[in-house]
C-alpha cells in the first residue's frame, strides 16, 4: 500500500515496480547508508579526540592520525550525498525558477527540472564510470595519503560510490521529473523540491 492522496490514483504495472525500487533505495540510503556514514564520520571524530589526549597529555601522536582523520571524515561526507541527494536536500539556486514559477510559467519551470535532471545524471554516470580506472590504478600502484601508512583507494571508491549512487537516485528523479512535466505525480511520498536555497 502507498501513501498518497485520494486525487492521486494508487501505482500500478511499471509505475508501481518503479515505486517500489524508488522505496528500497530510499530506505537503503536512510537506514543502511546513512547509518554507515555516520558511524565513519563518528569513528574519525573518536580518533580525532584520541589524537588530542595523545598530543597534549602525554606527548606523542600516530604519524597516520592526522590522515587517518581527514580521509575518514571525507569519506563519511562522500558516503551521505546520496542520502542528501534522496531527499533532494542539495544546494540549490532557485530566484530563477521561482520567478518563472510566480509569472506562471510552470511547465517551463518543470522542463528546466527535468533538464537539470538529465544533466545531472549524465555527470554522475560519467564521474563514477571514469573513477573507477582511477580507483584501480591507485590501488595497483599503492598509492597512499602523506603519511605514508594508509592507502588512498579505498577513500577513492568511497567517491566513485557516492556518485554511483547519485546517478541511480537522479535516475529516479528524472523519472519523476519527466512525469510531472506530463501532469503526471509520481513517488507522491518522495520529496519534489526541498533544496536549500543560496
Known amino acids: 500500500m502507498t501513501d498518497s492522496s485520494p486525487d492521486i490514483p494508487e501505482p500500478v504495472g511499471i509505475d508501481l515496480a518503479i515505486d517500489r525500487a524508488y522505496r528500497a533505495l530510499h ?8 547509518r554507515i556514514a555516520a558511524i565513519i564520520l563518528l ?4 580518533l580525532a579526540c584520541i589524537e588530542i589526549v595523545r598530543r597534549y597529555i602525554l606527548g606523542v601522536v600516530f604519524d597516520w592520525g592526522q590522515d587517518a582523520v581527514t580521509y575518514v571524515s571525507i569519506a563519511a561526507v562522500f558516503i551521505y550525498f546520496a542520502v542528501t541527494q534522496a531527499s533532494r536536500s542539495h544546494l540549490a539556486v532557485l530566484a530563477l525558477l521561482d520567478l518563472l514559477r510566480s509569472r506562471g510559467f510552470v511547465r517551463t519551470v518543470l522542463a528546466i527540472r527535468v533538464f ?7 555527470l554522475f554516470t560519467a564521474l563514477a564510470y571514469w573513477g573507477l580506472p582511477a580507483v584501480e590504478r591507485a590501488e595497483k600502484l599503492g598509492r597512499t595519503t602523506q603519511s605514508m601508512v594508509i592507502l588512498i583507494w579505498p577513500f577513492q571508491a568511497c567517491l566513485v560510490i557516492a ?4 546517478a541511480v537516485v537522479t535516475l529516479f528523479h528524472l523519472y519523476q521529473d519527466a512525469q510531472a512535466l506530463r501532469g503526471k505525480t509520481v ?7 526541498e533544496g536549500i536555497e543560496i
Open 27 to 34: 530506505f537503503l540510503l536512510d537506514k543502511v547508508v546513512a
Open 43 to 46: 569513528s574519525g571524530t573518536l
Open 116 to 122: 537539470v535532471s538529465a544533466v545531472s545524471l549524465t
Open 163 to 166: 556518485f554511483a549512487l547519485m
Open 187 to 193: 513517488f507522491p511520498w518522495a520529496p519534489v523540491e
